[in-house]
């Protein structure tokens, strides 16, 4: 309690008696207090008091603050007295009778061995009553530490592509449940090898829960989800063992689920002749197939390697002219690619990614006979169909050309649908015989555009929120979801309604009516496409705006 954080909340001020007073100035830095009028005479059993009782499940272990009382003016059979006690007895007091008048501000740090309840009293007791004089006790800067006993549980195990033991996606996410008795969820904390990866706040409940607590049950005793994100650029290549834990208002008291294994794989596609030849079936490659056979063994970093030898029957070779494709010509040749998503630096490789409708991704692989070596100078070819489409709906949209050591980039467009990905390589111009790569999946984000009226407002002002969304916009419409950020989460203040007919615009507005002092939001717009097979979420950039009282 202080300046900064002047709540009070769970305190219950209660008087019996004339002139009997409470006082809280803790918004402005001041006390919080109990106290008799000092010009008036008091009679038995006249009381001011301040109590706090614990929320359920919690109890009360310490007490500090800055600390003033005194006690008034006292007769035979008449004794003020100033008192600071729990359920279980009187903690401190200043007592007329036993030669306390006043004790001017003081530092107390008290450790209680388990509260329920605490209350600072001023008190008139004894048959002939109190004659006039100050009798209080107050706090400032006060602080109150709760603990309870209960661990959290989670109530639902994490699920998604952060605990799929195939996925090796950079980023992997995980979904899960859990709730708690007491002060409620704090910390979801990722932990990787023994060691934290990813820490962060199971759910800010409106910003109550965050260092320093103010309010008695500061965090989400009910089920909530929770949802943690992890890039594995971070970590080495390889497995690692990963668990989670999610963390109570205590800090102390956890639940932690059972470990599994993760495998990071964020090399380059590549592959080496001796990995090639283990994948087509060399001899003494162990756990080899023979060319039409199963996928050999795991390759960089554990992911497992396609051995491109795939051939898409329904598809025509867009080369029509006579001649051989590249350096040697072979049917007997193995095909990889993989995704290229980001810039340089940032840029990570995947056989799933998601883009943004606006951006664009590259294909990165190579081209090599069954053993090893490196077919140069061969136009390969970047065919597209939409997810879960029938194999018929393959089609060509770009190509490239193999450099000296049978590697190929070919930048892809992401505007259009989500679509299925692979490359594939004629070895004769004018004949259909093709290899195909393993398949890729193209998910493309249905973004949108955003703008504000206006970057700086004062409370009572109104805001209008416009934009576009990218794609294909339904038949019926489709719903965009307004959002501002509060702490660390995303909520939906405002949902405006979009149609083919207006071309994707949209148009949403707020009035800011409870900012009481100057506040800086940030919005963004969250499209959930009604088709997923065709688009997935996307959202705008997000847009600060200052609010002043």
């Not at 990071?264 to 087509?280: G, H, I, R, Y």
């Not at 993989?338 to 810039?343: E, Q, S």
């Not at 070596?373 to 050309?401: F, L, Y």
């Not at 009481?516 to 847009?543: E, K, Q, W």
Request: aromatic letters at 6%.
């Amino acid at each position: 309690m202080g300046p900064d954080h002047p709540e009070t909340n769970g305190w219950v001020p209660e008087v019996h008696g004339a002139y009997t007073y409470y006082g809280n100035n803790c918004a402005s830095g001041g006390d919080i207090e109990v106290a008799f009028g000092p010009d008036h005479a008091h009679s038995q059993g006249d009381y001011s008091d301040y109590t706090f009782v614990a929320p359920p499940d919690t109890r009360i272990v310490r007490v500090s603050g800055l600390r003033s009382m005194a006690a008034g003016a006292d007769q035979a059979f008449g004794n003020p007295k100033a008192i600071l006690r729990s359920n279980d007895g009187i903690i401190e007091q200043c007592v007329r009778a036993y030669g306390c008048t006043e004790r001017g501000t003081e530092t107390i740090d008290l450790r209680l061995p388990s509260a329920k309840s605490l209350s600072f009293v001023a008190l008139c007791d004894g048959a002939a009553g109190c004659p006039p004089g100050l009798t209080s006790y107050r706090l400032r800067q006060m602080r109150l530490d709760l603990t309870d006993d209960a661990d959290p549980v989670i109530t639902a195990a994490p699920a998604g592509s952060l605990v799929t033991a195939t996925n090796t996606d950079r980023e992997r996410t995980l979904t899960y449940s859990a709730s708690d008795q007491g002060g409620g969820l704090y910390q979801q904390r990722l932990m990787v090898d023994g060691s934290q990866s990813v820490v962060g706040p199971v759910n800010d409940n409106g910003g109550k829960c965050a260092l320093p607590f103010r309010d008695p049950v500061p965090c989400r005793t009910t089920p909530v989800t929770g949802s943690v994100t992890l890039d594995t650029t971070s970590l080495d290549e390889g497995k690692h063992l990963v668990r989670l834990e999610v963390v109570d208002a205590t800090g102390v008291n956890k639940a932690q689920s059972p470990q599994w294994s993760i495998m990071v794989d964020n090399k380059a596609p590549f592959l080496t002749p001796a990995e090639v030849a283990a994948a087509m079936g060399a001899p003494g490659a162990a756990g080899a197939g023979g060319p039409s056979g199963p996928a050999g063994p795991a390759g960089p970093g554990g992911s497992t390697v396609l051995t491109g030898t795939t051939t898409i029957t329904t598809l025509s070779n867009p080369d029509r002219g006579p001649g051989v494709n590249g350096r040697p010509s072979t049917l007997d040749a193995v095909v990889t690619a993989r995704l290229i998503v980001g810039t340089r630096g940032h840029a990570h490789s995947s056989t799933r990614a998601v883009v943004g409708y606006v951006d664009g991704t590259r294909v990165r692989g190579t081209l090599r006979t069954s053993g090893g070596d490196a077919i140069a100078a061969a136009r390969v070819h970047v065919i597209e169909k939409p997810i879960g489409a029938a194999e018929s709906h393959w089609h060509a949209v770009a190509s490239a050309t193999t450099d000296d050591a049978g590697a190929f980039v070919v930048p892809l467009a992401a505007r259009g649908r989500s679509r299925d990905v692979r490359v594939v390589y004629f070895p004769t111009a004018g004949a259909n015989a093709n290899r195909s790569s393993g398949q890729l999946s193209l998910q493309v984000r249905q973004d949108a555009s955003l703008r504000v009226s206006r970057r700086a407002l004062r409370n009572g002002d109104r805001l209008a929120l416009s934009g576009r969304v990218a794609g294909l916009i339904p038949a019926r419409g489709l719903t965009v979801r307004v959002q501002v950020r509060l702490g660390r989460s995303w909520f939906t203040f405002a949902k405006a309604t979009t149609t083919r007919a207006r071309g994707g615009r949209f148009v949403a507005r707020h009035r800011f009516t409870k900012t009481t002092h100057a506040t800086t939001y940030r919005f963004r717009a969250l499209v959930l496409p009604g088709d997923r097979r065709r688009y997935a979420s996307g959202h705008s950039r997000t847009i600060a705006v200052r609010v002043r009282p």
